[in-house]
């Protein structure tokens, strides 16, 4: 058990670097924050990857992938004191990276068992306005992709549809946050 939370928190600390790395690193075209996404009009919010650490996530299915999902500080401030619903002003964004296997992890390890973030996929924005996004719970959401919003309506409003899947206590949150 010991030696599994070991492995799980330095690929946790691992993927933080990596993904903090890969973001600093990222196309941030001057002026795509400007640019809002179809249906909901939500942006790029400035400086959102200098936000605090939720969670990570890693997804299985047709696009694997591992995200690092950071809030604003409203957001935390509900994160940390289990504020359900979320209030006003709450921005918690998702990016996405290819889930890749690591070669030279594994051979330092003698065996398949790490796994990093590879190429950035998407970054994921949902905002928390209760009057401007009433139809949609309170959220208005937003994809993108080399900083600008993807422009297929479509995917944005499949935000909302899968969010309502979940429990009304997570305030259509998928994220658990992760001290």
Known sequence: MTSKLLVLTA????????????????????????????????????????????????????????????GNDVAMKAFRDGTRPFPDGTVIARLAYQYESSAQNNAVFGRDQSFIAGEPTNVQIEVKDSKRYANTGGWGYGQFENGKPNPSEKIVNGCFACHTKLPTATDLIFTKYSE
């Open 11 to 70: 690929t946790a600390s691992i993927l933080c670097g990596l993904a903090f790395s890969i973001v600093a690193n990222a196309d941030s075209t001057p002026g795509t924050a400007a640019e809002g996404s179809p249906v909901f009009g939500v942006t790029l919010p400035p400086g959102y990857r200098n936000w605090q650490f939720v969670s990570i996530a890693h997804e299985e299915g047709d696009k694997p992938d591992i995200r690092v999902i950071l």
